[in-house]
């Protein structure tokens, strides 16, 4: 078994944990040269020359004048702006539904759930809703064909493509008249498990939904969120988010914890991992509390690593120490040094005055002209959204009567 060893934060690490009324102290950044300092405040000037407008979800507040409360708040408001609507989560709930009652109406004792982004409230606003139909006696293949045949038939998808050569067979489906799509995969329990682990975690942590959601845009607008291309999928950022939490020194002391706002959080999550955090020796585990292990003491770790030094990231699965989540990110190198970059950012900032209603998240952390952030303010302008009880085209019922033509009057010419 691995030798645990809790981290010390207090110890021997320059945790940004302090009050929330203090004025940034620039010994925090000694990790920041001067030439990086200035290059961030050159890549700054010349971005917010070019765009004068604030980011939609800022607000201005001009009673703050403490960054890092500042971005407190601004990191609330982009979670605000970036979550579902209540338009959003009845479209949402409805397709849900369709999907249930058509696997009912096939297997009447099937078991239909959903897990994913979308269960743990941290999905993207154009993604896909993860659907989970359990006691199916078919096979996947079978299963997804039925589906398939009984949704187009009833003319309730425009759209549909199976999957049954993937590790994990699945059908994707689009919606006839909302658009919205869906995975479904048939007898597979293990998503709606880690699903329900996360947002138990949320609950026991809730400062972890606010920089999830912040830290799923800074990793997908760099092209890092997806696990089959070495990043960092949604749900090993998850863990990586958690064991930073419940190592942190605002878990232990009250008082630290009461003077520990999110942009705090924000700002030690990118020194550990991207400074203090030794990839090379230590493993992360998530179970009875959070702990760190040392590689070399067991095997368990190593199994994913391409040789020579490279950097590896090493996360023992929640549910048991025969899974290593962290192996297919091959890119924690680059991770690392994103998360370096964000360090270097946050330095930058909370120690250069800024006007009141500036962002401190863009434009060195966020794109705000991002097509997924952009498409985002253009949906909410144009609420309410399409609902699925909709008809996607108008009956002749729905159509109004035209006017009765005027009779042409004959010419006595």
């Not at 369709?98 to 759930?113: L, M, Q, R």
């Not at 863009?362 to 699925?388: F, G, K, N, W, Y």
Request: net charge positive.
């Amino acid at each position: 078994a691995p030798k645990a060893k809790h981290l010390d934060f207090e110890s021997g690490h320059d945790f940004m944990a302090v009050k929330a009324s203090r004025v940034f102290d620039r010994q925090d950044t000694k990790e920041v040269s001067d030439s990086k300092a200035a290059l961030l405040a050159s890549v700054a000037s010349t971005m917010s020359s070019s765009s004068s407008a604030p980011p939609p979800w800022v607000r201005p507040r001009p009673e703050l004048t403490n960054s890092v409360l500042r971005l407190h708040e601004e990191l609330l408001d982009f979670a605000k702006f970036m979550g579902p609507t209540q338009e959003e989560e009845t479209a949402r709930e409805a397709w849900v539904q369709c999907i249930s009652d058509n696997c009912k109406a096939i297997w009447p004792d099937c078991e239909v759930g959903i897990f994913g982004s979308y269960s743990t409230g941290l999905c993207l606003p154009n993604g896909d809703v993860d659907v989970s139909v359990l006691n199916v006696p078919d096979r996947p293949v079978t299963a997804m064909k039925k589906l398939a045949d009984r949704m187009l038939s009833r003319n309730e998808v425009s759209w549909l493509e199976t999957i049954d050569s993937a590790k994990v067979p699945v059908v994707k489906l689009r919606q006839q008249t909302s658009g919205l799509r869906a995975d479904v995969v048939f007898n597979q329990p293990d998503g709606v498990k880690t699903s329900k682990f996360v947002k138990d975690r949320c609950k026991e942590y809730p400062q972890m939904k606010v920089l999830l959601i912040f830290l799923k845009y800074f990793l997908m607008q760099r092209g890092l969120h997806e696990t089959f291309t070495g990043g960092m999928g949604s749900y090993l950022l998850s863990n990586v988010v958690l064991h930073f939490m419940q190592q942190h020194p605002s878990k232990k002391k009250p008082q630290t914890y009461a003077a520990t706002s999110l942009g705090h959080l924000l700002y030690d999550f990118f020194k550990y991992y991207g400074i203090d955090f030794s990839y090379q020796t230590k493993g992360i585990s998530v179970r009875n509390g959070g702990c760190t292990f040392f590689k070399g003491d067991t095997s368990f770790g190593f199994s994913n690593r391409r040789g020579g030094d490279r950097l590896s990231l090493c996360l023992e699965s929640p549910f048991g120490d025969s899974v290593d989540l962290g192996g297919p990110c091959f890119r924690i190198g680059v991770l690392k040094n994103l998360f370096m970059h964000g360090l270097s950012c946050l330095s930058h900032l909370f120690s250069s005055p800024e006007e009141e209603y500036a962002s401190l998240l863009c434009p060195l952390l966020l794109d705000p002209t991002h097509p997924v952030i952009a498409s985002r303010e253009r949906l909410l302008m144009s609420q309410p959204a399409a609902l699925p009880s909709f008809s996607r085209f108008p009956t002749k019922e729905s159509l109004p009567e035209e006017p009765p033509r005027k009779k042409r009057r004959k010419s006595t010419d």
